[in-house]
């Protein structure tokens, strides 16, 4: 008797667990649902503040005293938008901004933002930019979005899935199979991103593929989750350039890490891979040069 009320509590148990897997995985599911939707309200606020000057004369500061970093009244203006319907819907929420600096970095959610990623692509009239808007959770890319509102497309990922809305309507994201180099499309911004120490083995690895394409940006990034693009290897990037499309090519079956293997959530030296063994056999190649 006694075992059969142990052994109905284990049931009991065991039945409440599972609830419990079940509540958290419909809570979840339902929060990236909503949030999925805000997001669309943050590319469209972002569209209305930065597309009245794209392809229009404004004034170009440079943010930097040795070299050059442009910013224009359209990247102010877009991460301003962003930010005010965020603080409106999750006041508790922190927010880290290319443009207007950071707040409340120790909430469990804070979002990245990138209001357009490719400046120099924005001011020489190229479509190749895009808002870039993450979401943190507890310190991990949690939810992305790339918007480029020239073209009408958007990309989307929650790190298990990913998808596009634009001209040619809604499809899921998948990344396609590379497991060799000499059959790979690779991309990056620009060599000039590249340290003295990092350009030799960009290099190399370049030499050794089937295509490589420039000027590329955020864009880069999207085509491999696309499927249309296998490997993007850039250096020098902030947390705002990048944790937007993690979990776009994680939700796409991709892989994105730092070129050491690392988490990518803080930027620097960043290798994003359709193939994970085609990931793996180029992190080989990078770790001589990772910091």
Not at 59 to 84: Q, Y
Not at 174 to 203: I, N
Not at 207 to 215: D, I, M
């Amino acid at each position: 008797m006694l075992s059969d009320i142990v052994n109905l509590c284990k049931t009991i148990g065991a039945i409440a667990d599972s609830l419990s897997i079940f509540r958290n995985g419909i809570a979840a599911m339902h929060s990236k649902h909503n949030f999925s939707e805000f997001f669309s309200k943050l590319a469209d606020a972002s569209s209305e503040a930065i597309m009245p000057h794209f392809r229009t004369a404004f004034d170009i500061e440079n943010k930097l005293e040795s070299g050059f970093d442009p910013v224009t009244i359209a990247d102010r203006n877009g991460e301003t938008a962003i930010r005010a319907l965020i603080n409106e819907a999750y006041p508790s929420h922190g927010i880290l901004g290319e443009e207007h600096g950071a707040e409340n970095l120790d909430a469990e959610y804070v979002w990245v933002l990138d209001p357009i990623d490719g400046t120099r692509a924005f001011i020489t009239g190229l479509p190749t930019w895009g808002t870039l808007v993450g979401l943190n959770r507890n310190g991990r890319p949690y939810m992305g979005m790339m918007a480029q509102p020239y073209v009408g497309e958007r990309y989307v990922g929650t790190c298990d899935s990913a998808w596009y809305d634009g001209p040619i309507g809604r499809r899921t994201l998948k990344t396609r199979a590379c497991g060799k180099l000499s059959d790979a499309v690779l991309c990056t911004t620009t060599p000039a991103l590249f340290s003295q120490y990092e350009r030799p083995v960009f290099d190399a690895i370049e030499k050794q593929v089937k295509l490589s394409r420039y000027g590329t940006d955020c864009y880069a990034y999207c085509m491999l989750a696309a499927g249309l693009a296998d490997l993007v290897i850039e250096s020098g990037l902030q947390a705002y350039d990048i944790v937007a499309l993690v979990p776009i090519i994680e939700g796409a079956g991709g892989a994105v890490t730092t070129w050491s293997g690392g988490s990518p959530e803080k930027g620097g030296q960043i290798v994003a891979s359709g193939d994970r063994h085609l990931h793996d056999l180029v992190l080989k190649q990078l770790t001589s040069a990772a910091d």
